[in-house]
T-cell receptor, first 116, second 114 residues
Framework: SQTIHQWPATLVQPVGSPLSLECTVE??????LYWYRQAAGRGLQLLFY??????ISSEVPQNLSASRPQDRQFILSSKKLLLSDSGFYLC???????????????FGQGTRLTVV | AQSVAQPEDQVNVAEGNPLTVKCTYS??????LFWYVQYPNRGLQFLLK??????LVKGSYGFEAEFNKSQTSFHLKKPSALVSDSALYFC????????????FGTGTRLTVIP
């Protein structure tokens, strides 16, 4: 079966410090990978998605970047955090099958980031 | 462009009563629709999806959803609510461009009152 791991669960970082959140998927190959941010416990905003190694698409301009150095690894980074980067970050994966466009996404447990 | 709307920020229902969480959608082609549930400080859990076929879709934990094409709705339902159903519920629609992205509604907080 497939599993997704996301860490750390919580993180408190000072303004201006770097950020690295990691997400890995097990039990599948060539997944689509996603980073979402959830602000104030409500709506989810898609930040980045990746359909393959080294392929990153950004949905919104921001202080963050993403990388996919391996097939099942997705990293969210920042060189200098802003207060506005605080939020709940969720990694997700989905099957990359053209014939099954109705596949759901599976989420990690999330990282609560507080920038102070 | 595709989008979903959840018109209710908050839904309260008494334990044992039926519950409905509303969702309407807007897509240019065939809709692929999903419901997720989120418990505090946790990731989203998939409940059910509509791709094609029967308009009534059954999912996890006794939930079901009814796809209504004429009303462009996909309401989540459960015949008898449990206190443990209290959570944040998200409706989502799949991206039509092939990247398989999901776009979410703003969420509805369900509170089941004992």
């Amino acid at each position: 079966s497939q599993t997704i791991h996301q860490w750390p669960a919580t993180l408190v970082q000072p303004v201006g410090s770097p950020l690295s959140l990691e997400c890995t998927v097990e039990g599948t190959s060539n997944p689509n990978l996603y980073w979402y941010r959830q602000a104030a416990g409500r709506g989810l905003q898609l930040l980045f998605y990746s359909v393959g190694i080294g392929q990153i698409s950004s949905e919104v301009p921001q202080n963050l970047s993403a990388s996919r150095p391996q097939d099942r690894q997705f990293i969210l980074s920042s060189k200098k955090l802003l207060l506005s980067d605080s939020g709940f970050y969720l990694c997700a994966w989905g099957r990359a099958l053209d014939s099954r466009r109705g596949t759901e996404a599976f989420f990690g447990q999330g990282t609560r980031l507080t920038v102070v | 462009a595709q989008s979903v709307a959840q018109p209710e920020d908050q839904v309260n229902v008494a334990e044992g009563n039926p519950l409905t969480v509303k969702c309407t959608y807007s897509v240019s082609g065939n809709p692929y629709l999903f419901w997720y549930v989120q418990y505090p400080n946790r990731g989203l859990q998939f409940l059910l999806k509509y791709i094609t076929g029967d308009n009534l879709v059954k999912g996890s934990y006794g939930f079901e959803a009814e796809f209504n094409k004429s009303q462009t709705s996909f309401h989540l339902k459960k015949p008898s609510a449990l206190v443990s159903d209290s959570a944040l519920y998200f409706c989502a629609v799949r991206d039509q461009t092939g990247a398989n992205n999901l776009f979410f509604g703003t969420g509805t907080r369900l509170t089941v009152i004992p």
